[in-house]
């Protein structure tokens, strides 16, 4: 059980009154709102369609034969110097990319979930603007992708043949993880700079403030005790 300091009314004076313009005293730990609460869960959310859009990105990928057509591009580019790539290095080497990059990804996405749960003002900011990108993100892919899709192989020039048809095959896909992700994005950037939002994260530093005053005085107190 979390252990709090002292909290006599006299030390209320100790505590500052004007945190991130949060004007009250706050002596105990804010509950979370429901604002909050509905914030958290769609990042939770926002988190789960990365981990199942990657994994299902990567089999669609081997469904329809996608790396080899990057492939066929990447040594379509470098034919010029003579160094090429075999498909199966090329695969491995894409798959290891986009396993590390997903890692990182959502160790990151979970850690700002975890401070924005703990009242942490930077993370909810910092999460919002990330969501804003994401939305934006998700917003070029619905406007790019249709066009993509109704390109005719057939007039492409033949190195970008087969990855012109593969780009179709996974639109629908891509196109349904894009508006899902991205309504998703929006919300999130809703709820989390909605102002009940902020007064939770105000409140939890104005409690924080409060704490380590509240303890700093106690210590100096119990000192000149001593004496």
């Not at 981990?51 to 990928?61: D, K, P």
């Not at 110097?81 to 990151?108: E, F, N, R, W």
């Amino acid at each position: 059980m979390e252990q709090h300091p002292p909290q006599p009314s006299e030390y209320q004076q100790y505590a500052p009154q004007n945190v991130y313009g949060y004007q009250q005293v706050v002596t105990e730990k804010p509950e979370r709102n429901k604002t909050v609460n509905i914030g958290l869960m769609l990042l939770y959310i926002y988190i789960g369609i990365t981990v199942l859009s990657t994994a299902l990105e990567v089999v669609i990928s081997f469904a329809t034969n996608r790396y080899e057509h990057l492939a066929e591009l990447q040594n379509y580019d470098s034919y010029s110097s003579g160094v090429t790539i075999d498909t199966g290095t090329y695969t491995a080497m894409v798959i290891t990319i986009t396993i590390i990059m997903l890692v990182v990804k959502v160790s990151l996405m979970v850690l700002f979930t975890l401070m924005y749960r703990a009242g942490r003002t930077w993370a909810r900011i910092l999460s919002a603007v990330l969501a804003i990108l994401a939305a934006l993100q998700s917003l070029w892919g619905l406007i790019s992708i249709p066009f993509l899709a109704a390109v005719d192989p057939g007039i492409v020039p033949d190195y970008l043949h087969s990855a012109v048809v593969a780009a179709r095959d996974t639109a629908i896909f891509t196109f349904a993880f894009n508006a899902v992700g991205g309504a998703n994005a929006v919300a999130i950037a809703i709820f989390l700079l909605k102002k009940e939002a902020s007064d939770y994260t105000a409140q939890c530093a104005a409690w924080r403030t409060y704490r380590r005053s509240a303890t700093e005085h106690a210590i100096y107190g119990s000192q000149q005790m001593r004496y």
